[in-house]
Nanobody, 122 residues
């Protein structure tokens, strides 16, 4: 059974930083791309970042480019999202996802974590 467990969310002031982690189990981690999505109250889930199986390819939403960094450690079966210069509009539940390709399309990912709350105060 594939499981994705996010951690690292919390409350932070605008301009601060957080590092999210997503620990995967149940299948060979290095064979799958990983993605981060987020969903704010009353809004649809949106793409944040994705990373290829090897970690060489990374992709970002325009809204987070230059502030967020996605990375992975295949030896630890973990993907990370380093979030710097946080803004109140980054407030959302953040989800990690596993799939065949590092795409912006949520439907391509076949497993999802339960989410972790990130709240940025102004």
């Amino acid at each position: 059974q594939v499981q994705l467990v996010e951690s690292g969310g919390g409350l932070v002031q605008a301009g601060g930083s957080l590092r999210l982690s997503c620990a995967a189990s149940g299948r060979t981690f290095s064979r799958y791309a990983m993605g981060w999505f987020r969903q704010a109250p009353g809004k649809e889930r949106e793409f944040v970042a994705a990373i290829s199986r090897s970690g060489v390819g990374t992709y970002y939403a325009d809204s987070v480019k230059g502030r967020f960094t996605i990375s992975r450690d295949n030896a630890k079966n973990t993907v990370y999202l380093q979030m710097n210069s946080l803004k109140p509009e980054d407030t959302a539940v953040y989800y990690c996802a596993s799939g065949q390709w590092p795409t912006i399309t949520a439907g391509v990912y076949d497993y999802w974590g339960q989410g972790t709350q990130v709240t940025v105060s102004s």
